[in-house]
Each structure stands twice: as C-alpha cells, then as structure tokens.
C-alpha cells in the first residue's frame, strides 16, 4: 500500500471532520461524495451517458420522433404536404378529367391528421418525460460537484491553518 493510501482519510473521519456528524448521519449523496472523496476517485457517468446506458430502443425511437416533429423542417415540410394536398383535391385534378380522391371537406386528410396526432403526441411526451429523468440527473450531478468542491476546499482550508500554525504564522482572528 502507498504512503498516500495510508495517510488518506476514510469517509467516517471525512465526515466527522468536516461536517461534524456521524457518516450514517449525513443523508446517502453526502455519504456517496465522501466515499468518492476518501477514495481518491472521479465522478461517474455524466447525465447523457447515464441516460443514454439506460435507454431502450423505443426511448430512442421517442427522442428521435420528438427531435423531428418539434423541428421547422418538419413544420415546414408538413405544411407544404397539406397546401399540396389540397391544392390537388381542388380544382388540379378536375383540369385532367380525373375526380378528387379526397375532395372538400377533406375528410380522409383529417383522418390522417387525427391518427397522425393520436400517436405523435404521447410518444413526444414519453421524451419529455426521459427529458426530465436526464434533468433530475443533472440536478443530482451538480450537487455533488457542489458538495465535493465544498468540501475539497473546506480540506485545503484546514490543511493551510494547519501548515500556518506549524509554521508560526499568526492566525488572523489574533
């Protein structure tokens, strides 16, 4: 084992040093920050790569529907498709001698419309919704950056007191 293993604090004294609590005192991301801590190791996955480790192939097939239909190529394209359909149902075909196959009021295109709507719309709240699950990981990374820089510094504070005072520096509350 290293010199530095040895020296390295465990998570219990981590904690009590610290914080001044018991580590089963402290609630489970603190205990996990100060496992990392004391172990020396770096964060795990970020939120993309945890979300991305868990996701099924129709998670993915939701973030892909909702990426194209809450698009302006999308939108754009779609409106063109109706403006099209229309403009042939109208007076286009009558010009060839051929009858609308979906003449005004447009029914079978609303058909569609409607079955169109009945499934996009929970498959892209199914994204929002790993939206929000990848979010709640963010949230969660975030606070334990916050909490280890803390206590990173609330550490090299300490040892720098602690080195001053060996060295007979003043302390500035004197």
Same mark, same amino acid.
């Given at each position: %084992?290293? $010199?530095? !293993?040895?020296?390295?604090?465990?998570?219990?004294?981590?904690?009590? +040093?610290? &914080?001044?609590? *018991?580590?089963?005192?402290?609630?489970?991301?603190?205990?996990?920050?100060?496992?990392?801590?004391?172990?020396?190791?770096? %964060?795990? $996955?970020? !939120?993309?790569?945890?979300?991305?480790?868990?996701?099924?192939?129709? +998670?993915? &097939?939701?973030? *892909?529907?909702?990426?194209?239909?809450?698009?302006?190529?999308?939108?754009?394209?779609?409106?063109?498709?109706?403006?099209?359909?229309?403009?042939?149902?109208?007076?286009?075909?009558?010009?060839?001698?051929?009858?609308?196959?979906?003449?005004?009021?447009?029914?079978?295109?609303?058909?569609?419309?409607?079955?169109?709507?009945?499934?996009?719309?929970?498959?892209?709240?199914?994204?929002?919704?790993?939206?929000?699950?990848?979010?709640?990981?963010?949230?969660?990374?975030?606070?334990?950056?916050?909490?280890?820089?803390?206590?990173?510094?609330?550490?090299?504070?300490?040892?720098?007191?602690?080195?001053?005072?060996?060295?007979?520096?003043?302390?500035?509350?004197?």
């Amino acid at each position: %084992m290293s $010199p530095e !293993a040895l020296r390295r604090p465990t998570a219990e004294q981590l904690c009590e +040093d610290l &914080l001044g609590r *018991r580590l089963d005192q402290v609630d489970p991301e603190e205990q996990r920050v100060l496992r990392r801590i004391a172990a020396g190791t770096v %964060m795990g $996955p970020d !939120a993309d790569e945890e979300a991305s480790i868990h996701a099924s192939f129709a +998670d993915r &097939l939701a973030d *892909r529907v909702a990426a194209v239909g809450g698009s302006w190529g999308f939108i754009i394209t779609f409106g063109v498709v109706l403006l099209g359909w229309m403009a042939i149902n109208s007076r286009i075909l009558e010009d060839f001698g051929l009858h609308p196959f979906d003449a005004y009021p447009y029914i079978f295109l609303n058909l569609m419309l409607s079955m169109l709507a009945a499934i996009q719309a929970p498959v892209i709240m199914m994204s929002q919704n790993r939206q929000s699950a990848r979010d709640r990981i963010t949230a969660r990374h975030d606070y334990e950056v916050n909490l280890r820089t803390q206590l990173e510094i609330l550490r090299l504070h300490r040892r720098l007191d602690a080195m001053a005072r060996h060295m007979g520096v003043p302390d500035e509350a004197d």
